[in-house]
């Protein structure tokens, strides 16, 4: 159920910022107690009237909220029923601003090896294409990227290596120049930070399983480059938990 406590975090974290509506901030709440299961798949939200004292906002600001959470999928409304809970499969887990939302829920490492499965299933793939269809400007800025990533990693450097590390995946899903794969460079830019801080293994770099990707890439070897990237991607690589799908 959702808490005075909470609440009052919603409204005060709303406070502090003047960059973020208050229908934003009481969405994110909702949003992280659907995303952990403390609102659970078919349960009723609280009416109008209790919503807007919990959280102290007014009847606009909550249907502003109503309608942000039904953008992603997370709950639906119907006249004479109420607000309730959509089913999982309902959720637009690709949308930014709920990725954003998921990185703070406390079972955030769920979405994370569930996000491994999917980068599993089309990143190889991503590699494939990059090594036949980069353009110049894109082998240039996945160069910066690698060199960059050499020397942080040279130096022990945590903070660089991730920067790098994220910006060397993204050019690759953009050097596909498929539509339908840069998209995902964006969901990078969203998860790609809190993936890399959960799953890297006692500060290994995998800077040897990088190296292959990008060599790969740039001589244009496109089977080297799939197995390359399914190579990095594989568990040893990781030290997330095996998570059975819910």
């Given at each position: 159920?959702?808490?005075?406590?909470s609440?009052?975090?919603?409204?005060?974290?709303?406070?502090?910022?003047?960059s973020h509506?208050?229908?934003?901030?009481?969405?994110?709440e909702?949003?992280?107690?659907i995303?952990?299961?403390?609102?659970?798949?078919?349960?009723?939200?609280?009416c109008?009237?209790?919503?807007?004292?919990?959280?102290?906002?007014?009847?606009t600001?909550?249907?502003?909220?109503?309608?942000?959470?039904?953008a992603?999928?997370?709950?639906?409304?119907?006249?004479?029923?109420?607000?309730?809970?959509?089913?999982?499969?309902?959720?637009?887990?690709l949308?930014p601003?709920?990725?954003?939302?998921?990185?703070?829920?406390?079972?955030?490492?769920?979405?994370?090896?569930?996000?491994l499965?999917?980068?599993k299933?089309?990143?190889?793939?991503?590699?494939?294409?990059?090594?036949?269809?980069?353009?110049?400007?894109?082998?240039?800025?996945?160069?910066?990227?690698?060199?960059?990533?050499?020397?942080?990693a040279?130096?022990?450097?945590?903070?660089?290596?991730?920067?790098?590390?994220?910006?060397?995946?993204k050019t690759?899903?953009l050097?596909?120049?498929?539509?339908f794969?840069?998209?995902?460079?964006n969901?990078l830019?969203?998860?790609?930070?809190?993936?890399?801080?959960?799953?890297?293994?006692?500060?290994?770099?995998?800077?040897?399983?990088?190296?292959?990707?990008?060599?790969?890439?740039?001589?244009g070897?496109?089977f080297?480059?799939?197995a390359?990237?399914?190579?990095?991607?594989?568990?040893h690589?990781?030290?997330l938990?095996?998570?059975?799908?819910?």
């Amino acid at each position: 159920m959702l808490s005075n406590e909470s609440a009052g975090n919603a409204v005060a974290a709303s406070d502090s910022s003047s960059s973020h509506r208050v229908y934003v901030q009481v969405a994110k709440e909702i949003a992280i107690k659907i995303l952990t299961g403390e609102l659970n798949q078919g349960e009723k939200l609280p009416c109008e009237n209790d919503l807007k004292a919990k959280f102290g906002i007014s009847r606009t600001s909550l249907r502003e909220c109503n309608k942000l959470l039904e953008a992603k999928g997370l709950i639906s409304s119907k006249p004479k029923v109420g607000t309730s809970v959509e089913a999982r499969q309902q959720w637009h887990f690709l949308d930014p601003q709920l990725l954003d939302w998921i990185k703070e829920a406390d079972n955030v490492q769920r979405f994370l090896t569930q996000f491994l499965g999917l980068r599993k299933a089309i990143e190889p793939e991503a590699c494939s294409i990059a090594a036949r269809y980069a353009s110049i400007d894109h082998r240039k800025a996945l160069s910066i990227s690698f060199q960059n990533m050499k020397r942080a990693a040279a130096c022990h450097d945590y903070a660089a290596w991730t920067i790098n590390d994220h910006q060397f995946h993204k050019t690759i899903f953009l050097a596909t120049g498929n539509p339908f794969y840069i998209p995902f460079a964006n969901i990078l830019e969203s998860l790609f930070k809190t993936f890399i801080d959960e799953s890297s293994t006692g500060g290994r770099f995998c800077l040897e399983e990088h190296e292959a990707i990008y060599d790969a890439i740039m001589t244009g070897d496109a089977f080297k480059a799939r197995a390359s990237s399914q190579l990095l991607l594989n568990d040893h690589n990781q030290k997330l938990a095996l998570v059975t799908p819910s």
